[in-house]
C-alpha cells in the first residue's frame, strides 16, 4: 500500500472545511434575535358618585294620637314641599339631596339613575319609632325623585333627589325626635 | 425592498403577538358602566298643639248713628274674665248702645301638650290690629259698603289655677296637657258711617300657642 503525503493533506482540508460549514449552519439555529412587541393596557375610570347633601324633610309638627290616617311629605328635586294626609300642622324647611356623578366618558346624554334600597328610617336614642300595628317601625321614605341627569362636556352630573316622607297615625310621646337613614344610589352611564 | 423569508419561530411570535394586542385591545374598549353613592335621609317630627277656639269674641250689635258723629269713633272693650265668665265691656268713647245680642268673650282651649303640668303657655296673636269685613252675621245683613270697623289691642285670660284670679295676659298653665284661656280686644267704629254701611262685620286673628318641652 502506498502513501502518499500529498493526497492525504486535501482531503483533511476538505473534511475540515465540510465540517466547518456544517458547524455554521447548526449554530445559524441558535442565534439570538432581537424585536418590539407592544404592550397596551387599557384603565376605564368607574363612575364617581358622591352624595354630600342630605335629603332632609325638615322637622315636621304633628299632634299625638289619632290623626284620621298616613302624612306625606313630599319634597320635588326643585325644593318643593308639598303635604298630604291629615293634619299637619307645620312643615320644617326641606332640603334636596344631592348626588355629584363623574368621571363618565361620555360627555353628552343622560346617565339612568335608581334607588337600591329604600332606607330604614332609624330613630335616634331615646326615642321610639312609632308602629305600623304590625311591630314594624315606620317612618318611610320611598318614590325617590331625579333631577335631570344630563352628562355635561366634563362626562359629570349634578343631580338632585326628593321622595316621599310617610308619617304614620298615632304617634306618641316617644316618637317625636330626629330620623335618619341611608339610601344606596345607583348611577348607570349611557350605553 | 427585499423581503426575507419568515421563520416559523417568527410567525409564530407574530401570532402570538397579534393575539395579544387584540386582548389589550378589549381591556382599553371597557368605559364605565355604573357607579352608586350613599345618600342620607333626615326627618324630623315634633308635638304639634292643638288649638281650637269654640267661642268667637263678639261685641254683639250697637246701635250707631249714621252720618258724622261729633264725638268721633266709637271704641268699645272687652276685657275677658277668665273662661266661663262674663267680660267687663266698656264703651271708651263715642256714641252706640249695645243691643241683643251682648257682647261675649272668645274662649280657646289647648291641648295635646306633651310637658308637664304646670308648665306655662305663650299666648302671641298674629296682628295687633285686624279689620273686619262686612258679613252677614248676628242677625244682622250684609252692608252694602265695608265701614271700616277694626278690632285692635287682643287682651287673652288664663283659667285661675288655686286660689288668685289670673292677671289679664298671664299665661295659661297646663293639667294633664290642655288649658284654656278667654281672648277680649278693642272694637274701632269710625265716625261717620253711611246707612249703607250698617249691617254685620266679621274677621279672624290667627293665635299660636307655644309651650317649652
Known amino acids: ?191 | 425592498m427585499k423581503h426575507e423569508p419568515v421563520s416559523p419561530a417568527r410567525w409564530l411570535g407574530r401570532l402570538v403577538l397579534s393575539v395579544f394586542i387584540s386582548g389589550s385591545g378589549l381591556a382599553t374598549a371597557a368605559k364605565a358602566e355604573s357607579g352608586q353613592g350613599t345618600l342620607e335621609v333626615h326627618a324630623g317630627l315634633s308635638a304639634a298643639l292643638q288649638l281650637s277656639c269654640p267661642k268667637p269674641l263678639t261685641f254683639g250689635i250697637w246701635f250707631i248713628p249714621s252720618g258724622i258723629r261729633k264725638d268721633g269713633s266709637t271704641e268699645i272693650v272687652i276685657e275677658p274674665d277668665v273662661p266661663g265668665g262674663s267680660p267687663v265691656t266698656n264703651k271708651r268713647s263715642g256714641d252706640g248702645s249695645s243691643s241683643f245680642p251682648g257682647p261675649r268673650q272668645g274662649e280657646c282651649t289647648v291641648s295635646g301638650s306633651l310637658a308637664d303640668d304646670d308648665t306655662e303657655l305663650t299666648v302671641r296673636f298674629s296682628d295687633t290690629t285686624i279689620n273686619l269685613q262686612p258679613a252677614a252675621v248676628l242677625f244682622q245683613d250684609l252692608p252694602d259698603s265695608d265701614g271700616g270697623l277694626s278690632v285692635k289691642n287682643f287682651t287673652s285670660r288664663p283659667a285661675g289655677s288655686g286660689s288668685s284670679f289670673p292677671a289679664l295676659n298671664s299665661n295659661p298653665r297646663l293639667t294633664d296637657g290642655e288649658a284654656t284661656f278667654a281672648v277680649g280686644g278693642h272694637l274701632v267704629i269710625p265716625s261717620n258711617l253711611t246707612s249703607g254701611q250698617l249691617g254685620g262685620y266679621s274677621g279672624t286673628v290667627t293665635i299660636t300657642v307655644t309651650d317649652t318641652l
Open chain 1, 1 to 191: 500500500m502506498k502513501f502518499h503525503v500529498n493526497d492525504l493533506l486535501p482531503r483533511a482540508a476538505l473534511t475540515a472545511v465540510v465540517t466547518m460549514g456544517a458547524g455554521l449552519s447548526q449554530s445559524a439555529l441558535a442565534e439570538e434575535g432581537t424585536g418590539e412587541v407592544e404592550v397596551t393596557a387599557g384603565l376605564a375610570q368607574a363612575l364617581k358618585v358622591e352624595c354630600n347633601t342630605a335629603l332632609d324633610f325638615g322637622t315636621t309638627s304633628l299632634v299625638a294620637g289619632d290623626r284620621s290616617g298616613n302624612t306625606v311629605i313630599t319634597v320635588a328635586p326643585d325644593g318643593t314641599t308639598t303635604t298630604s294626609g291629615s293634619d299637619v300642622v307645620s312643615v320644617g324647611t326641606a332640603q334636596v339631596g344631592l348626588c355629584t356623578v363623574t368621571g363618565s366618558q361620555n360627555t353628552a346624554g343622560k346617565f339612568t339613575t335608581k334607588e337600591f334600597q329604600a332606607p330604614t328610617m332609624n330613630a335616634d336614642s331615646g326615642q321610639t319609632a312609632p308602629d305600623d300595628g304590625s311591630g314594624n317601625p315606620t317612618l318611610t321614605v320611598s318614590n325617590f325623585e331625579s333631577s335631570s341627569t344630563e352628562i355635561d362636556s366634563n362626562g359629570a352630573a349634578d343631580i338632585n333627589i326628593g321622595g316621599d316622607l310617610t308619617i304614620p297615625d298615632n304617634l306618641d310621646g316617644d316618637n317625636y325626635g330626629d330620623y335618619s337613614g341611608t339610601v344606596t344610589f345607583i348611577v348607570v352611564d349611557p350605553a
